[in-house]
Structures are given as C-alpha cells and as structure tokens.
C-alpha cells in the first residue's frame, strides 16, 4: 500500500472519528407532523389514526431521492505494481453516477455506474514460461526471456448497493450533519486490459537496460522503463477468461463478470438540498486476469477512492429530505420538550369535601356535599346569624331577632303589654304590604348575578309569593357618566328578569327605579311598596352594553 493510499485513509478515519459528534442542536426534526401534504396516499390511513390516537407512530413521510457525481482515483490490488498514471502520462482516474432512495432512517439503495482508467507498471522482472498452467499474453511473447509485466485497465460497472448509516439516530442530538454508511452489494463489471509489450516498430522490448536488481528501489526500475518505453502505447490486448463464472467475452476484447463491493464513506450536508462526501469502494470479481496475468491465489480487487458531490431530487412541497439526513428521535423527544399531541390524563387536585376549592386552599374542608362556599371553602352564613346556609331554615333573620337557635331562627321578643305597637316606617312598608327587611343584591363588574344574590332572590322570592299584594321598587344607583347608567340599568334588568324566569314572580310587581346616585353605585337596593310603576324602562345608552 503506497503512501498517497495511507494518507486518504487516514483523513477518511479522522473525518469519521470527528463525524460521530457532529449533530445538529435543534428542536426541528424535519418536518411538521399535521402536515399531510407530505404523506403518500397508501399512508394516509396510518396518519389519520395517529391524529385521532388511535395508533401511536406517526405515518412515514415522502422523502426525495439523492443524485450524485464523483472523480476519484481507480487502482488495481494485483500481482503487477499499480501505477498513478500510464506510460504516455495519462493519470489513473474513475468517474461516476449514484442514484440514492432511503428505506428508513437507516437502512437504503443505492443504484451507481462508474467508468475505471486504470495502469501499472511492475519494478520485479519475471520470464516467461509458455509452459505454465495459467500463460498470459506475456508468457506467450516472452517465453523464455524476461519482461517486466504494466497494463491498462478500461473498467465500467453497474452496481446496485444496500447502504447502512451508522449515527443517524442519535439520543442527545438533533438531526445529523455528518452521515457515515457502509454499503456492499452486487456489480457488474465489463474490463478490457491491453498491455505495452511491443516498441513503435512492431518488436518485442528489450530489458536488457533494465537492471532487475533487488537492492535497487522499485522507482528507480519503474523509471528506466519509462524512459526505454516513451512511446507509450498499448497496443496488445491481455484479456484473459478463464472459464470460470460465466464470463461474457465481447468484440472488443473486453470480458464481463458478476462481481460483489463493499465501501465505506462519510458524507456533509451543505444545506437541505447539498451535500459532499469521500467515499472509499472496493470491486472483487474473484479472478486474477484483471492486470494481464494470473499469479498466485489472491484476485485482483478495484479500488475506487472518490470524491462525491450529492443532490436531493424531488418536490419540496410534497416530499422532505432524505430520511438518512433525519434523526427518528426528534418527534419523541420534542413531544416529551412540548406536547402537542400526546394523550396527557387530566390534572385532578384533592378536594376531600368536594365543594369545588381543593384542600390546599380549602380553609373549612369538611363542609358537606353540596353546600354552599366562598372562595376559600368556608361555608357561606348570608345573614350572619352563625348558622350557615345549608344548615339555617331561617337565610334571612332580622338582626332584631338575635340571637337564633340551633336552627337559625330567630326569636323576636313579645312587646310589653298593652304599650302600642309602632307603625313600620312608610318608607319600608306599605299598607297592605307587611313585607319588610328586603336585602341589596351586590355586583361585582358587570351585570351578572353571583350564586349568593340568587340565594338572597330566592328567599325573597318565597316572601312575595306569601304576600300577593306587595310590590318591589328595584332601585339601580348610577353614577353621572353614560356608561354607569347602562350598566345601572342592566343590573336591575338582570334582578326583575331572573325573579320572573326563575322564580316565577309576575312582572308587573316590579317597579324600575333609579335614584340619580344616592346609594352605592355597585348595589340594587329592594324596597317593598303597594304603589304604581313602570317594571321596564328603554336602555340609556345601549351602545354602551358590557360584555358580562
């Protein structure tokens, strides 16, 4: 193995070594699974079950084929010396064609021609011996007198390759920008090999310039021959077939053969349509007839050293990059970073007595099913007599009447006897309505009811049901600019209207009242009466509505 060979190898063994850890940090694994464009239709059962969850894999997407170039340097592992270029100067050299499709994210084929211009050019003499069991053309002309064997070697082959990327997926990186693969498969092989063993006037060589010394160096050899044999040319066909499987001999003296390959290469991605890469391949056609001569037991191996320039060929709206370009781990782990699809079970915070307000927060955590709380848990006491609500048959216990029994019902004291029983302020009741102690409905921003002023309507509801003769003034207090008036007037259109759709009380025992300001801007104020009045009034300023 000569010196340039040992230095590409090396620099193939450093790129790879670096390659390993070079992987891209990104949360983009190549492609945004709802889009469906990208999904070929045989496949789109699949994803229609993973988006419903019913199948947990995403479906595979179209991905593009990748097109490649190379120019590299052919060569012979044979019995006869390779040489960089040939007797007339021309240099060895090998072009190509791939055409690359992924089966997964690992695994793909690779289909490839290559075209092979080969030499060599031996140091060790050798006679010729037309008695041997494998004569060669040079046994054949030289039979008896030593020669020093070269050739040309005119290769083309088919190949068709399964290639295997080693560090596509990867658990602590994004997507890859280095892709190593090994590959082998099948190739075809056509050669043709003619050597240099006459001078320009048709005669054979003479060697006797050429001193087959052994101390002497192999260039020193190689070098009188070139001098001796300047004319360069060719002009002998050496194609030998041995018989053996199945060789195809055509017109041109060329020979073909069923042959395997095995290479490995690493390749760096540009951009998401570009990439470059070294490659290192080598073609077995198990014969030993590839440099114009049989010796020994080991075949002659091509070797095919390239550099490659690759192309992603497809649709960008329909199909993504490669899948060898794609590690498989990114959907997992960016769905474990930020869920967007997984099926996450509902968050559910202890709340041991079941009032809405989890035990964290819960200040009274016993309270019983379905009774009534505030924000913080704690039963709800609306007339602050000490029973709670769930408990107190009494919601409404005039203060004059604590303090209340167990059950929250007040006792009013008797008045003294024979003393005269005050009349009610005329303000508060009517005659004939002896409803009194009528509470305010507090709201907070907008014009929504809160569960404790339902509680409070509906105790007065069951008041003006045992008292058919009383009336209620509901009286808004709006401050002077428009939007306090609407929002007054949506207030107390709130309260006639749930008295009358949810309690059933009739409409015409309401009375619509504002009072310009006088009590709290934030309050409606129930005020019983037996007198006459409008129970609906046009909105202010209905442009000015709230949105609650």
Excluded at 328 to 343: A, L, Q, T
Excluded at 456 to 482: Q, S
């Amino acid at each position: 193995m000569n010196q340039k060979k040992i230095t590409l190898l090396s620099f193939l063994f450093v790129l790879i070594t670096v390659s390993v850890i070079a992987q891209t940090n990104s949360n983009d694994w190549g492609w945004n699974w709802r889009d469906s464009s990208k999904i070929a239709p045989k496949n789109i059962p699949q994803y229609k079950k993973f988006l419903r969850n019913e199948f947990p894999y995403p479906a595979r997407p179209n991905d593009k084929m990748e097109v490649g170039v190379s120019l590299g340097y052919a060569h012979l592992i044979s019995d006869v010396m390779t040489d960089w270029r040939g007797l007339n100067g021309s240099p060895a050299f090998g072009l190509g064609v791939t055409l690359r499709k992924a089966l997964s994210h690992t695994w793909s084929i690779r289909a490839g021609y290559t075209y092979s211009n080969m030499y060599g050019l031996d140091w060790k003499g050798r006679k010729g011996n037309i008695n041997s069991l494998t004569p060669s053309i040079w046994d054949k002309m030289y039979n008896g007198k030593t020669y020093f064997a070269n050739f040309k070697n005119v290769s083309n082959s088919l190949s068709f390759d399964l290639m295997y990327s080693l560090f596509t997926q990867d658990y602590y990186r994004g997507n890859p920008k280095w892709n190593i693969y090994l590959f082998g498969g099948y190739t075809f092989l056509i050669s043709k090999v003619d050597v240099n063993a006459l001078d320009a006037n048709g005669n054979l060589w003479d060697y006797s310039k050429v001193v087959p010394d052994p101390r002497r160096r192999a260039n020193d050899i190689r070098q009188d021959q070139r001098t001796s044999m300047s004319e360069g040319t060719y002009e002998t066909s050496a194609t030998l077939v041995d018989g053996k499987r199945g060789d195809l001999v055509f017109s041109n003296n060329s020979f073909g053969r069923h042959a395997v390959d095995v290479g490995i290469g690493i390749a760096y991605k540009l951009n998401s349509k570009m990439n470059i890469g070294l490659e290192q391949k080598y073609t077995d056609a198990f014969c030993d007839e590839l440099d114009g001569i049989r010796e020994g037991a080991n075949d002659d191996i091509l070797s095919y050293l390239s550099f490659h320039f690759n192309y992603n060929i497809g649709s960008s709206a329909k199909k993504i990059e490669p899948l060898w370009w794609i590690n498989p781990s990114n959907y997992i782990y960016n769905e474990v970073n930020e869920p967007r699809h997984m099926k996450l079970p509902q968050q559910k915070l202890p709340d041991a007595d079941g009032d809405g307000i989890t035990d964290q927060f819960d200040l009274e955590p016993n309270t019983p099913k379905g009774a009534a709380v505030d924000s913080h848990g704690r039963a709800i006491d609306t007339d602050g007599d000490g029973v709670p609500d769930y408990r107190d048959k009494e919601l409404l216990t005039p203060q004059a009447c604590f303090p209340v029994n167990a059950d929250g019902v007040g006792v009013c004291p008797e008045p003294p006897c024979c003393s005269r029983i005050p009349e009610p302020k005329k303000d508060t009741v009517k005659e004939g309505c002896s409803v009194n102690n009528l509470p305010s409905i507090q709201f907070g921003n907008g014009s929504k009811l809160s569960s404790n002023s339902t509680k409070l309507l509906e105790a007065v509801a069951v008041k003006l049901k045992a008292n058919p003769l009383c009336k209620v003034n509901v009286i808004g207090h709006p401050l002077a600019d428009k939007a306090s008036q609407q929002r007054s007037w949506e207030r107390v259109n709130s309260v006639i209207k749930y008295m009358v759709e949810k309690q059933g009380i009739s409409e015409n025992r309401f009375i619509f009242t504002y009072d310009g300001g006088t009590g709290e801007n934030n309050t409606i104020d129930l005020q019983a009466t037996t007198e006459e009045g409008p129970n609906t009034v046009p909105a202010p300023h209905p442009n000015l509505k709230s949105n609650n």
